[in-house]
């Protein structure tokens, strides 16, 4: 796993304390994050506007990816593949553990080929699954 110096210089970001301690957020749990618990970890650091600019920042640049989850809120993971400024690689399927509930990135699991009617073009897609995670089952 890349460092968050590494991944800032892959994406053209200056290095600031802010950017390096949200990154290391996401490098330190391998699963997705919610804006709240972001801040919960970094309240004492940051502001609140430093914190969504950050991840506005990082979701631009292709540094992490938006997830979505049953309850209709927003969560944010790293990117695992390069993603760019124009373009995120992210047809891969997402799964919520109902125990512990953790949001993973299931990155070998794609999303199926959907044809649309005529007309109706696709700009981004989710899937969420929903179950027990390997790690609850144990």
């Known amino acids: 796993m890349k460092t968050e110096v590494h991944i800032l210089k ?11 301690a949200i ?11 919610s804006y709240s618990d972001i801040e919960r970890e970094i309240a004492e650091s940051y502001d609140r506007v430093t914190v969504y600019r950050t ?18 809120g927003l969560k944010y993971a790293l990117c695992s593949e390069p993603c760019s400024t124009r373009e995120h690689h ?3 399927v997402h799964f919520k553990c109902q125990k512990c509930g953790q949001t ?7 999303i199926p080929d959907v ?13 969420l ?5 390997d790690k609850c089952r144990q």
């Open 55 to 72: 991840l506005k920042t990082f979701l631009d640049k292709g540094v992490i990816h938006k997830v979505l989850d049953d309850e209709g």
């Open 104 to 110: 993973n990135c299931l990155d070998t699991v794609t």
């Open 90 to 92: 992210h047809e891969h």
């Open 115 to 127: 044809q649309l009617p005529g007309g109706y073009r696709i700009k981004e897609m989710n899937l």
């Open 10 to 20: 892959d994406h053209h970001l200056r290095t600031t304390t802010s950017r390096s």
């Open 23 to 33: 990154l290391n957020l996401f490098i330190k749990n391998p699963f997705a994050l």
């Open 129 to 133: 699954i929903q179950g027990i995670c």
